[in-house]
């Protein structure tokens, strides 16, 4: 894995990766990163926090994806309608059975089109095929599984799919503190970004005693400082 370059910045590595966890990690603006860090004494603008969130946030993501496990065979997906910019979107997701994002992806449409892009990038980066698709009853995705050969597994009906439903509660919250996304690139590249400290930082400490969730937040803490290089 290539080392992350952080050439020709003014502050050290420690303080960007740190700025870029805490816009990720959090429901903050950028203008709440920049009070924090002049809490600490650091003097960066916002705008200098934006461009570490857009230059580094992306390749942390894929360092950390490239450190998961393999997800659990049961995937669910799911669509939502959002707005951006005033623009009718879709916001489409993918998770396994224990809660992990696999995949999130914006798109104008939803269609058999849109279910089927999903689809492909999903099996692309997983690498990998699962033993059920559970989906909610939108026919796009059946048509999308009868395409790729896998309509044997694909389950649908009940309350079978409310893992995949409940996994957009914190891109909901985020989009509210927001006042709504602006831009659908913008919003793609954090979302993936965002996916993918969520998946590290997420312990569910609800079911696990307090032991084991130091143990499991010191490794994602340790997953993220490899991630941005500065271990």
């Known amino acids: 894995m290539q080392p992350v370059s952080y ?5 050290p590595p420690s303080v960007i990766q740190h700025a870029v966890w805490l816009y ?46 393999k997800p659990v065979e049961r995937w669910h997906l799911d669509e939502k309608f959002v707005s ?36 492909r990038k999903l099996l692309k980066r997983q690498g990998m095929s699962p033993e059920a698709i559970v989906t909610d009853k939108l026919r796009s995705y059946g048509a999308a599984l009868r395409s790729l050969g896998m309509q044997r597994r694909h389950v649908t009906g009940g309350r079978s799919n409310n893992r995949a439903e409940n996994s957009h509660q914190p891109v909901r919250r985020r989009e509210r503190s927001w006042l709504g ?9 954090f979302l993936s970004a965002h996916a ?6 997420n312990v569910q400490r609800h079911l696990i005693s307090r032991r084991t969730l130091r143990i499991f937040r010191a490794t994602a803490f340790a997953q993220w400082s490899i991630a941005a290089g500065v271990a």
Do not use: C
């Not at 050439?7 to 502050?11: G, V």
């Not at 993918?94 to 696999?102: I, K, T, Y």
């Not at 996304?181 to 590249?189: L, M, Y």
């Not at 993918?196 to 930082?201: G, L, P």
């Open 196 to 201: 993918a400290v969520y998946n590290t930082f």
């Open 181 to 189: 996304f602006k831009d659908p690139g913008s919003t793609q590249r």
């Open 24 to 69: 990720l990690r959090f429901q903050l603006s950028l203008r709440y990163v920049e009070d924090l860090l002049a809490e600490r004494g650091l003097d960066v603008s916002y705008e200098t926090i934006r461009r570490w969130v857009t230059n580094f946030g992306t390749v942390y993501a894929k360092r950390l994806r490239a450190g998961r496990p």
């Open 7 to 11: 050439a020709r910045h003014q502050f």
């Open 84 to 119: 951006i910019g005033g623009r009718p979107m879709y916001l489409w997701r993918a998770v396994d059975a224990e809660g992990e994002v696999l995949e999130i992806l914006v798109q104008r449409r939803r269609n058999k089109h849109a279910a089927l892009k999903l689809l």
